[in-house]
């Protein structure tokens, strides 16, 4: 799962357990209670697989169930979903309930001989693998604070011993961001620690979490629910965890990279296999077969669920035909030599036959959305026509795993006509249609007015169609934002379909936005990670700058500035005009307007941050030249991207 490098905001779910309502939270209306009904009635058998798979091998948790920070502040709950117990109430549906049933499960658990699993401390989990001298982990978790806490439950529970390596399956932040809680710079730098990562690693991280972090943060909290409770009215976890940490997002770059299928390392006398699967559930991913355990870790492109082919938060659509064709790879090279299949999520799958059937489903679940996706594209359907018409198959239906607790068919569906065909559907109407509010407007005027609307509204919820009344309800709100009941009755059209949804992070996009009508956007601070910038090549920081420039805000036509990072014996020269900001590494200007000299750091504070140049200079930065055209280009930037409205224009 890629996480935004802004992930600071992502933590806004409550960490107390809690049954109780979501602040001005309704009951489920009949409508709802009927579907419901109806769709308990259309699932499989619980059976007893998942039941004994997610607590096999438990060894020990921790006894305080509440992780803190440094200043004693709370980043995480093992005890928040406690209350997951029993039938399903009338506000959550009967899958997505049993689903967190067996997902809360938290602790360290043995999965194999010398491999262990530290589970429900984050989002992801961390494998544990006992080498000739230490611990080799892999995928760190997502911050400092619950890292270092799942380690020093290893170390109480089976002696302690040193991290000898870290490996990153792929570049998304649940899957590296606590490494500083496992791991130092020093020991890495010392070669006491090995840090293993697929190839383009930090290029992917650095991409996604830096360029597109502003928006993928704001909508990256209504994908993991940020604002509300967990509990029967609330957040039910996010479909392939619990929740995403709070705490401090950290990252140490690679030592050691992997390029393709079938590569091998020996880590502290561990054998280990690869394979490649990059272009799948992430740009840079990778999977690892531990070879004396017989054990294959899928990262993230297998779990207790369907995933996203495009995440609601935002990113690069995702190849289904190449995920569909690794986990095939899988099934062929991996699962034949593999007693147990584990992920970096969810829980394991102990056995051969049960193995290479679990991994052979997920296959076939992303194989038939995209084939059956491409022939009714082919035949013209349009990406919401698609959305109606692939249905998961009965017979993969009868796999638990296959379910849309994550991503769903309808969203994953359009996401595979995005790929490749793009946003435009080829109707004429929308190549160059009104934005949202001002056709929302002309439709409200078309249909008669406010009024008219809202009485329209109200006979769809009655009727249970409650896609209709958030249809035109959002339209009204658009068009008329002060309007206090239309945007009273969205929150509760949302609401219902929230409490309808089998998938998580839709049930979490839908009461987010109930919230937010209901009580208003939250302004939190931007949380940038500091570590992670660092981490970051200059170059992937100039680009990133460069995107906040706005050039009517730009007082000068042109001016130039070297850059000198003392601390890295690097050079960039950065240009600005009355259009872009072009930066550029390794190169010097030859009369330049000004010339800045100092550590790197400074250079982020300048251009992140926004510090004053007075206070760098009182710090040490040298400036030379010009300091009016810097201040010109410094002006010109935006600041670092905050909160935005979604439901409300």
């Given at each position: 799962?890629?996480?935004?490098?802004?992930?600071?905001?992502?933590?806004?779910?409550?960490?107390?357990?809690?049954?109780?309502?979501?602040?001005?939270?309704?009951?489920?209306?009949?409508?709802?209670?009927?579907?419901?009904?109806?769709?308990?009635?259309?699932?499989?058998?619980?059976?007893?697989?998942?039941?004994?798979?997610?607590?096999?091998?438990?060894?020990?948790?921790?006894?305080?169930?509440?992780?803190?920070?440094?200043?004693?502040?709370?980043?995480?709950?093992?005890?928040?979903?406690?209350?997951?117990?029993?039938?399903?109430?009338?506000?959550?549906?009967?899958?997505?309930?049993?689903?967190?049933?067996?997902?809360?499960?938290?602790?360290?658990?043995?999965?194999?001989?010398?491999?262990?699993?530290?589970?429900?401390?984050?989002?992801?989990?961390?494998?544990?693998?006992r080498?000739?001298?230490?611990?080799?982990?892999?995928?760190?978790?997502?911050?400092?604070?619950?890292a270092?806490?799942?380690?020093?439950?290893?170390?109480?529970?089976?002696?302690e011993?040193?991290?000898?390596?870290?490996?990153y399956s792929?570049?998304?932040?649940?899957?590296?961001?606590?490494?500083?809680?496992?791991?130092?710079?020093?020991?890495?730098?010392?070669?006491?620690?090995a840090?293993?990562?697929?190839?383009?690693?930090?290029?992917?991280a650095?991409?996604?979490?830096v360029?597109?972090?502003?928006?993928?943060?704001?909508?990256?909290?209504?994908?993991?629910?940020?604002?509300?409770?967990?509990?029967?009215?609330?957040?039910?976890?996010?479909?392939i965890?619990?929740?995403?940490?709070?705490?401090?997002?950290?990252?140490?770059?690679?030592?050691?990279?992997?390029?393709?299928?079938?590569?091998?390392?020996?880590?502290?006398?561990?054998?280990?296999?690869?394979?490649?699967?990059?272009?799948?559930?992430?740009?840079?991913?990778?999977?690892?077969?531990?070879?004396?355990?017989?054990?294959?870790?899928?990262?993230?492109?297998?779990?207790?669920?369907?995933?996203?082919?495009?995440?609601?938060?935002?990113?690069?659509?995702?190849?289904?035909?190449?995920?569909?064709?690794?986990?095939?790879?899988?099934?062929?090279?991996?699962?034949?030599?593999?007693?147990?299949?584990?992920?970096?999520?969810?829980?394991?799958?102990f056995?051969?036959?049960?193995?290479?059937?679990?991994?052979?489903?997920?296959?076939?679940?992303?194989?038939?959305?995209?084939?059956?996706?491409?022939?009714?594209?082919?035949?013209?359907?349009?990406?919401?026509?698609?959305?109606?018409?692939?249905?998961?198959?009965?017979?993969?239906?009868?796999?638990?795993?296959?379910?849309?607790?994550?991503g769903?068919?309808?969203?994953?569906?359009?996401?595979?006509?995005?790929?490749?065909?793009?946003?435009?559907?080829?109707?004429?109407?929308?190549?160059?249609?009104?934005?949202?509010?001002?056709?929302?407007?002309?439709?409200?005027?078309?249909?008669?007015?406010?009024?008219?609307?809202?009485?329209?509204?109200?006979?769809?919820?009655?009727?249970?169609?409650?896609?209709?009344?958030?249809?035109?309800?959002?339209?009204?709100?658009?068009?008329?934002?002060?309007?206090?009941?239309?945007?009273?009755?969205?929150?509760?059209?949302?609401?219902?379909?929230?409490?309808?949804?089998?998938?998580?992070?839709?049930?979490?996009?839908?009461?987010?936005?109930?919230?937010?009508?209901?009580?208003?956007?939250?302004?939190?601070?931007?949380?940038?990670?500091?570590?992670?910038?660092?981490?970051?090549?200059?170059?992937?920081?100039?680009?990133?700058?460069?995107?906040?420039?706005?050039?009517?805000?730009?007082?000068?036509?042109?001016?130039?500035?070297?850059?000198?990072?003392?601390?890295?014996?690097?050079?960039?020269?950065?240009?600005?005009n009355?259009?872009?900001?072009?930066?550029?590494?390794?190169?010097?200007?030859?009369?330049?307007?000004?010339?800045?000299s100092?550590?790197?750091q400074?250079?982020?504070?300048?251009?992140?941050?926004?510090?004053?140049?007075?206070?760098?200079?009182?710090?040490?930065l040298?400036?030379?030249?010009?300091?009016?055209?810097?201040?010109?280009?410094?002006?010109?930037?935006?600041?670092?991207?905050?909160?935005?409205?979604?439901?409300?224009?």
């Open positions: 799962m890629r996480i935004a490098m802004l992930c600071g905001l992502l933590a806004g779910v409550s960490l107390a357990a809690s049954a109780t309502a979501q602040e001005g939270a309704k009951p489920a209306s009949p409508a709802t209670i009927e579907t419901l009904r109806a769709a308990a009635a259309e699932l499989p058998p619980d059976g007893t697989r998942d039941a004994d798979f997610a607590t096999r091998g438990f060894l020990a948790t921790r006894a305080d169930p509440v992780i803190r920070n440094a200043k004693g502040d709370p980043v995480w709950d093992l005890d928040a979903y406690a209350f997951v117990e029993g039938d399903a109430p009338p506000t959550v549906h009967p899958s997505l309930w049993r689903h967190m049933r067996y997902l809360k499960q938290h602790g360290l658990f043995e999965v194999a001989d010398g491999v262990w699993q530290v589970r429900g401390f984050d989002l992801s989990n961390m494998t544990v693998v080498g000739n001298t230490g611990w080799i982990l892999i995928d760190p978790l997502t911050t400092q604070e619950v270092a806490a799942a380690l020093e439950l290893v170390n109480e529970t089976l002696g011993r040193p991290v000898s390596a870290v490996i792929h570049s998304h932040a649940d899957h590296f961001g606590g490494v500083r809680g496992v791991a130092s710079a020093a020991d890495v730098a010392a070669g006491k620690i840090i293993i990562a697929p190839e383009h690693f930090m290029e992917e650095a991409s996604e979490n360029m597109a972090g502003g928006a993928m943060q704001r909508r990256a909290n209504f994908q993991f629910g940020m604002g509300l409770m967990p509990g029967n009215n609330g957040q039910m976890g996010s479909g965890g619990s929740a995403v940490s709070r705490g401090t997002i950290t990252l140490l770059a690679p030592s050691d990279t992997i390029t393709r299928t079938g590569e091998t390392r020996t880590v502290d006398g561990v054998d280990l296999e690869f394979q490649i699967v990059s272009g799948s559930e992430a740009p840079s991913e990778l999977n690892v077969y531990v070879a004396p355990a017989r054990t294959f870790l899928t990262a993230e492109i297998a779990t207790c669920t369907l995933h996203n082919i495009l995440t609601p938060r935002g990113a690069k659509v995702r190849d289904a035909r190449a995920w569909a064709q690794f986990l095939d790879e899988a099934v062929q090279r991996f699962a034949p030599k593999s007693d147990v299949v584990i992920s970096s999520h969810c829980w394991p799958h056995g051969n036959k049960e193995g290479t059937s679990w991994l052979s489903a997920q296959r076939d679940n992303y194989r038939f959305l995209h084939d059956q996706t491409v022939r009714l594209m082919n035949q013209g359907a349009t990406m919401t026509e698609i959305a109606e018409a692939v249905a998961q198959p009965p017979q993969l239906a009868q796999e638990w795993s296959t379910h849309g607790y994550y769903t068919y309808s969203h994953n569906s359009k996401a595979i006509y995005q790929y490749y065909l793009g946003w435009y559907d080829a109707v004429p109407a929308n190549l160059h249609a009104h934005p949202p509010i001002a056709r929302a407007q002309r439709m409200i005027d078309a249909m008669g007015g406010a009024d008219r609307v809202i009485a329209l509204a109200r006979n769809a919820m009655a009727s249970g169609d409650y896609r209709w009344s958030s249809d035109l309800l959002q339209q009204l709100v658009f068009s008329a934002p002060d309007n206090a009941e239309a945007a009273s009755l969205l929150a509760d059209s949302y609401e219902q379909q929230g409490y309808q949804s089998e998938s998580a992070i839709w049930r979490n996009q839908f009461l987010v936005a109930a919230n937010e009508l209901r009580n208003g956007r939250p302004n939190a601070p931007s949380a940038q990670s500091p570590d992670l910038i660092a981490a970051v090549p200059t170059s992937l920081l100039l680009d990133s700058a460069a995107t906040r420039f706005d050039p009517a805000r730009f007082s000068r036509n042109h001016a130039t500035l070297q850059v000198n990072l003392l601390d890295r014996d690097e050079t960039a020269v950065i240009e600005a009355g259009n872009v900001m072009i930066g550029r590494v390794g190169d010097a200007a030859s009369a330049p307007d000004v010339t800045i100092g550590p790197r400074f250079m982020l504070g300048l251009l992140f941050l926004k510090l004053p140049l007075a206070q760098l200079q009182a710090a040490g040298k400036v030379e030249g010009d300091e009016a055209a810097l201040q010109a280009m410094l002006d010109a930037l935006d600041p670092l991207p905050g909160s935005f409205d979604i439901v409300k224009p």
